[in-house]
Nanobody, 125 residues
Framework: QVQLVESGGGLAQAGGSLRLSCTVS????????MGWFRQAPGKEREFVAA????????SYADSVKGRFTISRDNPKNTVYLQMNSLKPEDTAVYYC??????????????????WGQGTQVTVSS
């Protein structure tokens, strides 16, 4: 059974930084394309960043480009989201997701097969 466990959320001030982690078990990690999504209250879940299966390629939402960095440590089965220059509008529950079928390495939520439980990120002004 594939499980994704996130950590690293919390409270930060505007301009500050946080790093999210997501550890995957039950699947060969290098065969998983990984994505980060977020969902603010009353809004739909939106794409934040994605990493291809071996991390060779990455993709970012325009709203986070230049501030957030997705990376992965395949031996540790972990993907990270480094968030710098945080803004109050980054406040949301952040989810990691895994695509395990080798179909696409980024896209809307429907592309991904497994999801973490979510971790809250709150940015104060």
């Amino acid at each position: 059974q594939v499980q994704l466990v996130e950590s690293g959320g919390g409270l930060a001030q505007a301009g500050g930084s946080l790093r999210l982690s997501c550890t995957v078990s039950g699947r060969t990690f290098s065969s998983c394309a990984m994505g980060w999504f977020r969902q603010a209250p009353g809004k739909e879940r939106e794409f934040v960043a994605a990493s291809s299966w071996r991390g060779i390629s990455t993709s970012y939402a325009d709203s986070v480009k230049g501030r957030f960095t997705i990376s992965r440590d395949n031996p540790k089965n972990t993907v990270y989201l480094q968030m710098n220059s945080l803004k109050p509008e980054d406040t949301a529950v952040y989810y990691c997701a895994a695509e395990t079928g080798g179909k696409k390495w980024y896209g809307p939520p429907s592309v991904y097969d497994y999801w973490g439980q979510g971790t809250q990120v709150t940015v104060s002004s």
